[in-house]
């Protein structure tokens, strides 16, 4: 399994869950792992970074001893996919007061806007072993 970046988000949610789906679909070299923050890992790794992983206010992304949160956390998604989600980064010119305000607004949302699922989402078998 790859050492790279982990992506932490939240499984009952319905856009969460699916942007995860978005991620082991489309990276292919493997690049991430993910952690639901229902799970043990991902709850450990959502307080080392001061989180509270029962109210999280956004994903983030793990790479080391460094957290990107909000739409840093979703550039850094988009880059590590490579082409052409790289090119989805030109967003990235916006001024982060601009990104993660419009980021928060949809995650503090997200169940009203998304929807909630009864359960956790857990990929296929063949994308287990990226689950953490």
């Known amino acids: ?10 499984a009952m949610c319905v856009l969460c869950s699916a942007n995860a789906r978005f991620v ?3 990276d292919r070299r493997g690049h991430f792992r993910l952690a639901a923050m229902q799970g043990e890992v991902g709850q450990a790794l959502y307080r080392r970074f001061g989180i509270d992983p029962a109210d999280p206010d956004t994903l983030i992304v793990v790479s080391g001893d460094q957290a990107l949160r909000n739409s840093d956390a979703i550039f850094a998604i988009w880059r590590g996919l490579g082409w052409p989600w790289r090119m989805l980064c030109i967003f990235r010119l916006a001024p982060r007061g601009m990104r993660d305000p419009l980021y928060r607004l949809i995650a503090r949302n997200r169940y009203r806007l998304f929807g909630r699922r009864e ?14």
Do not use: K
């Not at 790859?2 to 988000?9: H, M, N, Q």
């Not at 359960?119 to 953490?132: I, K, M």
């Open 1 to 10: 399994m790859s050492e790279g970046p982990i992506i932490l988000f939240d």
């Open 119 to 132: 359960t956790c989402w857990v990929p296929d078998a063949a994308q287990r072993e990226r689950l953490l």
């Open 24 to 26: 082991l679909r489309y």
